[in-house]
């Protein structure tokens, strides 16, 4: 008995290419990044006392470094107050399997679920000439940070 062939073989098209992966480190780093602020400016609304800048610059720090997820049970990777952060996304990516990972812009680590809105004033969906962006970072012209 033969396997049927798949539609996008049938239409003449090859198998969609498999998408990058984005680790959460990447994912804390591009959402930081694309809010342009300095891991000094992320910190600040979570420390109220100077002698716990220092505490909490150094949090910021291991959450983007290569290799570090933050356990289930501690929800201080929560980055929301400082910038636009999903922690559903971050758990994901900590959690689940590659291809199980939610699709993110590849510039920015924006996701569907997030309200974003373009230079425009529009809500962001994603670019229809580049999939791997939203509209926003494809109108700002940013390159992808994940190829």
């Known amino acids: ?5 798949s539609l996008l073989a049938m239409l003449g ?7 990058p992966v984005i680790m959460p480190w990447e994912y804390v780093k591009m959402r930081r990044s694309a ?6 400016q992320a910190a600040r609304p979570y420390w ?52 199980q990972h939610p699709r993110l812009c590849l510039a920015c680590g924006w996701d569907q679920w997030t309200t974003q809105y373009d230079t425009n004033g529009n809500d962001a969906t ?6 791997d962006l939203c509209t926003r970072c494809e109108q700002l012209e940013r390159k992808k940070v994940i190829t």
């Open 48 to 99: 109220h006392r100077p002698e716990h800048q220092a505490d909490v610059e150094r949090n910021i720090r291991e959450l983007e470094t290569v290799g570090f997820r933050m356990q289930r049970h501690f929800f201080g990777a929560d980055m929301s107050r400082a910038y636009s952060f999903n922690l559903d996304v971050y758990r994901q990516l900590c959690d689940t399997p590659p291809e």
């Open 126 to 131: 994603w670019s229809e000439t580049d999939p």
């Open 35 to 40: 809010a342009g602020m300095t891991i000094e």
């Open 1 to 5: 008995m033969r396997n049927a062939p």
């Open 13 to 19: 098209e090859t198998e969609p290419a498999a998408r």
